[in-house]
């Protein structure tokens, strides 16, 4: 696989056959947003170029310029000196909403409390493909940057011209511009009055370099926290508008299930209450919620079901079901690794489905103004949510504004726009607004699942630690991750798409958390095989210094080559995934009566470039760690013939207070890097380490997330 | 069962018109539109829709509105006073115990109660009243923080 299909692959989960581009925000729309002041637009090309060094802007000589018709993100200093920056990534709790504040308030000189971030409103915000992927930091906030820089030397060059002097003399302090002897100053909005500038970030503009960085770097506390921390911010689930009616759907008795007849009479004879049937959909509005939700039980309906595979028969049938490969061009040859090889090792590892659960489930809050719709609900993809309506209601997408309020979490699990479409078409029939928000039943059974999966692992390896042959298959979980980082002679790696019994998509890291588990865990059995330290036995198949580094940050603060805890058992794991590496060492107890594992400590390094924000990068990998022990000890989505069988909170575990181990994350800042996203990468050691461990508390090999669920524990 | 008429809500006694099975979590968020509580589960087993009635957290989600109707209700909109906020609230922000920030009303208002019967809780004492409250985010051991911040127990404050 070469590095362009890598790329292709990460995304097969995340893109539901969205456009790469879109041209909708184009000039017409721009110029009907901006009234005065001073603009600077990023190109889309920009946005989407494969490498930084492949950005393109247009030559940014003063004076208005072509608009380009691809707009990716502007920055407005308006005639009132507000400095506004206009994006269409949403905030999900990652705190891109305080990072993009940071980059900006950087470039310009001014403090984070001058910087408005408008994000994901389709009508005021340029498109843009979603927020995954850990795109943000890397992608979008450079580019923001560049924008940033170049207002600040627009605006300075603005300020020289009033006072006649070089703009060289003026600098920016506190938001004010200031003379060469700060005998003179002007406010931001004292430059931008009068003004309708509009630049493309010119190619060659200079940005602060990451050592130098003053606001950026730092733990700037979240930009809007006292709105979450009073209660104050309004969520999609919180939106009311004038007279809004709530709407429930009626949900099949399984998925795939056709409907053989319903009837709604005695719902409908409820006072306020309006029943939308259209082929298999139905749906109710009332009033109120109560009213909904007894209209909604009182349709009769008989669902017509197929037969499903369930958990029991799953793994066979992903692999019966493999339809096609993927992968590179074997590198050396896996006949000549496994001849060299003293030793050979050939085992299976699977990964369950399981749910990404947002606290806040899906919700949208739907509105009909003549033939214009807006929508405000909480996904991950707002323009991906747009297309999905156009196409339900056969409108064009300038019909349509879909808004996203900062939502609940998302984990990969909100890039769909079911919900927006439902309470979209029970909007057009009632002629009002409707809000519908999904039970935590309904985003069980009817949202989608990360990807289980079966990966196959053949390897052969010298006595001296040298790994001679690497073949590894996998099928269904994804082909994030997959590749390697250790230094392997002969490879073979392959990802076999098959047919999926549930509804896949992304999650948080995609299939690089599978292919973590099944790569580091064989590693430790290969270790073991020969009766090598597992850090040592890694470090002797890795060139690469950023994943070496993180293995030993990892190892030396977790004290690996100190005594052992009596009692525990010790296990590590490492990696690399989108831009960044990671190595993550953990300690567990495991009762010896009712095998009950607890993660009692865990140590993670992480390196992803430069650090943006000290505090919040902690948070986000302290987050993905507990996260992980979900996935990694007991999440694990049970169904049969179509049903979901553990689809309520009662039923299906979450990591809880008492699940958290002790936690210390050591962060390597490479200032000399650019930086990388990190909502994801952080959560793909946590399994592989404890299974690991596990083995060395207990001599017992768990190839199978959850791990509490194996017999063998 | 008559209707609930009326309910005392951060201190206010407020005029509603339900029936009084409803629970008071929608009670709150429809009638009231008061959306700070916020709705995780329905069956008392996130938290995020905790509630304070006479002091005692409650999952407003399964406590039918009858049962609150002659107590004190707390909300997390109760919480700040004259613009100053809770300490709780303070020490959340301070030790940036959210993410997404859905499950934080439910957390402030359970560790609130906590504070409210026991000033200085061991950290198995916090765990163990929050182990009822969800956070997806994995914000935990800050959440933990932040309640041995407020109440002046905190060792150190988490980067």
């Keep these: 696989m070469n590095e362009h299909d890598l790329e292709l692959e990460q995304e097969r989960y995340e893109l539901f056959a969205a456009p790469l581009y879109n041209f909708n925000f184009n000039r017409r729309q721009f110029l009907k947003a901006f009234s005065g002041g001073i603009a600077l637009i990023v190109p889309m090309s920009n946005l989407v170029a494969r490498t930084l060094q492949q950005d393109q802007g247009e030559s940014g000589r003063r004076g208005n310029e072509r608009i380009p018709d691809d707009i990716g993100a502007w920055i407005h200093i308006d005639e009132n000196g507000t400095v506004s920056v206009f994006t269409g990534k949403v905030e999900i709790g990652q705190n891109i909403r305080t990072s993009l504040t940071q980059a900006v308030a950087e470039e310009l000189h001014v403090p984070v409390d001058t910087v408005r971030v408008v994000m994901a409103d389709t009508d005021l915000t340029p498109f843009d493909m979603g927020t995954f992927g850990s795109l943000t930091t890397p992608r979008m906030a450079p580019q923001l940057r560049k924008a940033a820089a170049a207002a600040r030397e627009t605006l300075i060059t603005l300020a020289a011209e009033q006072w006649k002097v070089e703009p060289a003399s003026v600098r920016i302090v506190n938001a004010r511009f200031v003379n060469h002897d700060a005998s003179k100053s002007l406010t931001l909005a004292e430059v931008a009055k009068g003004q309708k500038l509009v630049k493309t970030i010119p190619p060659d503009v200079a940005t602060t370099p990451a050592k130098d960085w003053t606001i950026a770097g730092t733990s700037v506390p979240k930009v809007d926290g006292r709105d979450f921390v009073t209660g104050k911010h309004q969520y999609t689930t919180d939106l009311r508008r004038d007279g809004m009616v709530y709407g429930r759907i009626v949900r099949p008795s399984a998925l795939e299930a056709k409907l053989v007849s319903s009837d709604a009479k005695a719902a409908e004879a409820m006072p306020g209450v309006k029943v939308v049937q259209d082929g298999d959909f139905i749906g109710v509005t009332a009033p109120d919620r109560e009213t909904a939700l007894r209209a909604e039980r009182a349709i009769a309906v008989h669902w017509q079901a197929p037969g499903q595979p369930g958990n029991e028969e799953l793994f066979d049938y992903l692999k019966k079901n493999a339809v096609a490969s993927r992968g590179s061009r074997p590198i050396g040859s896996i006949v000549n690794g496994m001849a060299a090889a003293q030793k050979k090792l050939s085992q299976t590892y699977t990964v369950a489905y399981i749910a990404h659960a947002p606290l806040e489930p899906r919700a949208a809050v739907a509105e009909w103004n003549d033939d214009k719709l807006t929508v405000w609900t909480g996904t991950q993809r707002p323009f991906g949510v747009r297309s999905d309506l156009a196409e339900a209601f056969h409108i064009p997408e300038e019909k349509i504004r879909v808004i996203v309020p900062d939502t609940g979490s998302g984990y990969g699990g909100k890039h769909t726009g079911e919900c927006a479409v439902e309470a979209a078409r029970l909007a057009r029939a009632t002629g009002k607004p409707v809000k519908l928000v999904w039970s935590r039943e309904e985003e069980f059974n009817w949202a989608y699942f990360r990807p289980a999966g079966v990966i196959e692992v053949n390897s052969g390896v010298r006595n001296d630690g040298t790994v001679t042959a690497w073949e590894f298959h996998n099928y269904n979980s994804g082909g994030s991750g997959i590749q390697v980082k250790y230094d392997f002679l002969n490879q073979d790696i392959q990802f076999h798409n098959s047919k999926s019994p549930l509804r896949q998509g992304s999650y948080r890291g995609l299939a690089a958390t599978a292919n973590h588990f099944a790569r580091e865990v064989h590693m430790d059995e290969l270790a073991q095989l020969i009766q090598m330290d597992p850090v040592a036995f890694r470090l002797k198949n890795i060139k690469d210094e950023r994943l070496k580094a993180v293995l030993e940050a990892a190892a030396n603060k977790f004290g690996w080559s100190g005594k052992k805890t009596e009692g525990r058992g010790r296990g590590i794991a490492c990696g690399f995934e989108k831009g960044s590496y990671i190595a993550t060492a953990a300690e567990v107890s495991v009762d010896a009566k009712t095998g009950r594992v607890k993660i009692e400590r865990v140590v993670e390094s992480f390196e992803c470039g430069a650090i943006v924000n000290p505090r919040h990068l902690n948070n986000q990998v302290e987050g993905a760690i507990v996260q992980a022990i979900g996935g990694a000890l007991f999440e694990n989505i049970q169904f049969k013939n179509g049903q979901i069988l553990n689809g309520k909170f009662s039923k299906y575990r979450l990591p809880r207070f008492s699940d958290m181990p002790v936690i210390e994350v050591v962060l390597l800042d490479r200032k000399d890097l650019p930086s990388a996203g990190a909502g994801e990468t952080p959560i793909v050691g946590l399994a592989p380490a404890v299974a690991n461990a596990i083995f060395d508390a207990t001599g017992k090999r768990i190839r199978s997330m959850p791990l509490s669920a194996s017999s063998a524990v | ?159």
Excluded at chain 2, 20 to 49: F, I, W
Aim: net charge positive; charged share 25%; glycine share 8%.
């Design chain 2, 1 to 159: 069962m008559p209707n609930v008429t009326t309910l005392n809500v951060n201190g206010k006694k407020v005029r509603v018109d339900v029936d009084s099975q409803m629970p008071l979590l929608y009670v709150l968020r429809d009638h009231l539109n008061m959306t700070g509580t916020k709705y995780g589960c329905g069956e008392a087993k996130c938290g995020a829709c905790t509630v304070l009635v006479d002091g005692q957290p409650m999952r407003s989600c399964v406590t039918p509105v009858s049962r609150a109707s002659d107590k004190q209700i707390t909300t997390i909109e109760g919480l700040e006073r004259d613009g100053k906020l809770h300490p709780l609230q303070e020490a959340f922000l301070k030790a940036d115990a959210l993410q997404c920030g859905y499950c934080t009303s439910g957390m402030i208002m359970s560790a609130s109660a906590l504070l409210n019967k026991n000033a200085k809780p061991s950290r198995d004492e916090i765990v163990k009243h929050m182990d009822g409250n969800i956070c997806r985010c994995g914000t935990y051991a800050r959440i933990v923080n932040a309640i041995e911040m407020a109440a002046g127990t905190a060792k150190e404050v988490a980067e």
